[in-house]
């Protein structure tokens, strides 16, 4: 792992990638100033927008976007990679042992041996300690991406109501009964925008930058306007109107961070999307436009606030000048924004769950590529519609975004908590940064968190509950996949015969062969797939090439196509074939081995058969290691998994499938 491994793009492909970065990596942030403000100063804080108040406020949001964004995320966070991605995933893998999952699997735990031992601590006792200890980081790196579900579910429908709400002060036709209507219009957009996905959005990428950079000239221009009129504002750039600010309100100050907390909500998908574009990229156009934007803008609403108390309502759409149908272009361009926000979180949380499907914490779904050409241009049915289902039930549970905002923040918090305590195992261990860096660094960002999140958590009883029900039904799934697999795997096991002593068994020699390749699945490249031996023992036959199969994945992103396979070869026919991916590829198994180069291997689709075994979870009462009804549940995921034919690319009319019964 290096700190960066940034290409360094240069000229006009690196302007090129800036504008792409703008729709990708900055809807979140970028659409944060339409509801900030507002929900700063709203009924539930009864915080007056009082020129002190406004004051403090700005100097507070100023200083969250440098600190928070630009020092932790783009400056340090950033260079925690893996092959040149990042996300709380990556970092997970960076600080674990594990290695070697079984797409759908269990994960094989390798053993730790460079560990230090504490006087009088014996090696073993050295490597239980070290493992119970990056267990710990997992759970933690663990919950930090169910966390993001709820988000994937709360930022559509939080950015395209606030957008809309936008049409109150254009018109006054949503007043009196009409107001249901914002409602349902937003609805109507979120469902066009989920039903898109499938199509992929390659050909709508195009045109996210120029939108994008629209949207921020916009806020800019807006910004500069209501500055030129009262430019006495600027001087809460300076962090004692901050200060004092929190020397006024004491608690209560703390507790309007949950607010303030809405202007850096992006933070995250800086990290996480750094894959797409490198670090340079993201760096220049936060520096160039999106910053320079947020602060114009946000600092233009508190001028305006300061001279018109009574647009707190909605200052954002308050700051158009001239009669109120001018109003409308920007609501619309707002609405645009608001959905290439959403598009990037939605393309987030396919990518995240890819990952941990492919890293053994979810059973096999099924992804499709929606692109020849970007790996990361994905679709996944099952999380997209419960997305939609999800958004729809907060827009017309919560009803405004005022209410929403309630719901936002306690999960993002929460998990840039844990982004911190996870990069600081990074830096101490992998980095080498002295203790005294890592404390005096991460001290501070765990500071700055904490005072985020004690603003936020107030927030559970009024919807801040929904993120974290979401993070305990996803960490839950995961886990118990996690363990059921490991428990399966370890019932497999007990059955299995090694494959040296397979193959020289006398009986297998002299078994009679037919034309053709049959390439047998199975998790452990050291035993004999169950399938090849029910083969052996029902069929009484084989094929001329027989060819053990595993797959593996390794927590990094992608395999460098040098070590994709491997092959070791054996007498009478037989071979070993190993196949490895990154937890951001999707495996394709017929394409992978069409690239073996190896005499007398031939895996042309019509003389190749797939034999591929497939268990049937049953729940018994012997002591597994799981709480029954957590056995269920996992039997339930099997059952219903996406088979492995499809998972893997297979040929259906290529494969047979031989079930059994399992019992945990």
Known sequence: MSHTTDSKPTGSYLVTLSLAALGVVYGDI?????????????????????????????????????????????????????????????????????????????????????????PGESHEHAVRRVSRYRSVLILLGLFGASLLYGDGMITPAITVLSAIEGLEV???????????????????????????????????????????????????????YHIALAPGVLVALNPLYGVRFFAVHGTAGILVLGSVFLAVTG?????????????????????????????????????MLIAEPAAVANPFFRMVPGPEWIVIPVVALATLAACIASQAIISGTFSLTRQAVQLGYLPRLTIRQTSSKEIGQIYIPAVNWALLVACVGLVFGFGSSTNLAAAYGVGVTTDMVFTTILF?????????????????????????????????????????????????????????????????????????????????????????????????????PATTPAALLHTVKHIKCLHEQVVMLTVRTEEIPRVDEEDRIRVDRFDNGFSR??????????????????????????FRPMHTTYFVGRERIISTKANSGMARWRERLFGMMSNNARSATAFFEIPANRVVEMGAQVEI
């Open 30 to 118: 970028g659409t944060s100033p339409l509801y900030t403000f507002k929900e700063v100063f709203s009924e539930h804080y009864g915080l007056e927008a009082s020129p002190a108040n406004v004051m403090g406020i700005l100097s507070l949001i100023f200083w969250a976007l440098i600190l928070v964004i630009t020092v932790k995320y783009i400056t340090f966070v950033m260079r925690a990679d893996l092959k040149g991605e990042g996300g709380i995933m990556v970092l997970t893998a960076l600080v674990t042992p594990f290695r070697n999952a079984a797409p759908g699997g269990a994960r094989t735990v390798a053993a730790v041996t460079d560990v230090e031992e504490k």
């Open 170 to 224: 254009a018109t006054d036709f949503f007043s009196g009964g009409r107001q249901l209507l914002i409602p349902i219009i937003t609805v109507s957009i979120l469902v066009g925008l989920f039903a898109i996905q499938s199509r992929g959005t390659a050909g709508l990428g195009k045109v996210f930058g120029p939108i994008m950079l629209t949207w921020f000239v916009t806020l800019a221009g807006l910004g500069i």
């Open 267 to 303: 933070g995250e998908a800086l990290y996480a999307d750094m894959g797409h574009f490198g670090i340079r990229p993201i760096r220049v156009a936060w520096f160039s436009v999106v910053l320079p934007a947020l602060t114009l803008n946000y600092f233009g609403q508190g001028a």
């Open 424 to 524: 600081a195992v990074v830096a101490r261990t992998i980095w080498k940064w002295s203790l005294a860096a890592v404390l005096a660094l991460c001290g501070t960002f765990l500071f700055i968190d904490l005072g985020f999140w004690a603003g936020n958590i107030v927030k559970v009883p009024d919807g801040g509950w929904f993120p974290l029900v979401v993070a305990a039904i996803m960490f839950t799934l995961m886990v118990t996949w996690k363990k059921g697999r490991e428990i399966l795997s370890e019932r497999i096991q007990l059955g299995s015969l090694p494959l040296d002593t397979f193959l020289s068994d006398p009986g297998v020699a002299k078994l009679a062969r037919v034309p053709g390749t049959a390439v047998f699945m199975g998790g452990n």
């Open 577 to 602: 074939v190993t196949v490895t991916y990154g937890f951001t590829e999707d495996p394709d198994i017929p394409a992978a081995l069409a690239t073996v180069d190896e005499p007398g291997l031939d």
